[in-house]
């Protein structure tokens, strides 16, 4: 799931698309790059190494592996090539993770403030709060026995969850048969492509293991402080249905039984 997190880029940058046709090629090129990469860096080491030797490599393992292969130089460049890209993707997430605020922002689902943009057209109140929000996540990981599994897995499973509720809203989308009106041929493919993604977002959250899944209601959960200010903003009740505050109610339980589990020790980072 990792691997894969990030190729919905080119939606979320989509308002500076100057055809809109780009970006599903943009969305595609990105899935078969990233495909064709992780095959290659799954399987190239065991044509140098034993499985043994491989499962028991340091991260990153790709440096063990080419410094099997053409000495000490090969792990450095590894590693360094490993710097470029974590800084790399450290600025890129950041700036996805604001223009995703920005268009929450923009559509009136968080605070209007998030929609401000300076000069340059960029969302900078979303940028600033994104930046300070990663930097404490950063610093958070200096306790962690292995901050680099600890972030992949949370990363991971604060991920499937939106995916789930997308797909689950595609669903219904799809069984209603809303928004078909032009294309009713089109439902029944996409009723078939929402369930499978359903299933399939559905067993990954249960394979991530509840440890993450209470992790990730941490962060979750004071998040709702900001739609709680956005509906206030817009003289709205916060949840306008029972089944929200239900679903609301289990996500701050379970953000107070993972604090609870951090605190006693029962859960680990």
Known sequence: VFVFIGIEGASVYSRY???????????????????????????????????ADI????????????????GPWGAIFVSAGLIVSVLGAYLAWALICA???????????MPAVFARVNKNNVPVVALW????????????????RDAFSLMLNLTSATTLIPYFL??????????????YDVRPGER????????????????????????????????FAPGTVLYYM??????????????DWILFGIIVAAAVYGVYGLATGSISI
């Open 55 to 70: 499962a028991g490599l340091r991260q990153p393992s790709m440096a063990g592996v080419l410094e099997s292969v053409v």
């Open 166 to 179: 997308v797909a689950a809203y595609g669903l219904m989308i799809a069984k209603r048969g809303e928004t």
């Open 188 to 219: 029944q493919r996409d009723l078939v492509l929402a369930g499978i993604a359903v299933l399939y977002t559905l067993f990954m959250i249960y394979a991530g293991g509840l440890k993450y899944i209470l992790l990730a209601a941490i962060l």
């Open 99 to 109: 223009e995703v605020m920005f268009a929450a922002g923009k559509s009136k689902d």
């Open 230 to 243: 956005a509906r206030r903003e817009q003289g709205k009740p916060v949840f306008d249905k029972t089944s």
């Open 17 to 51: 698309a100057k055809e809109r046709a780009d970006v599903g090629k943009a969305t595609i090129m990105g899935f078969v790059v990233v495909t064709s990469l992780m095959v290659l860096v799954t399987l190239l080491p065991f044509a140098v190494l034993q499985r």
């Open 129 to 144: 709060v994104t930046s300070i929000i990663i930097q404490l996540i950063v610093i958070s990981t200096y306790w962690s």
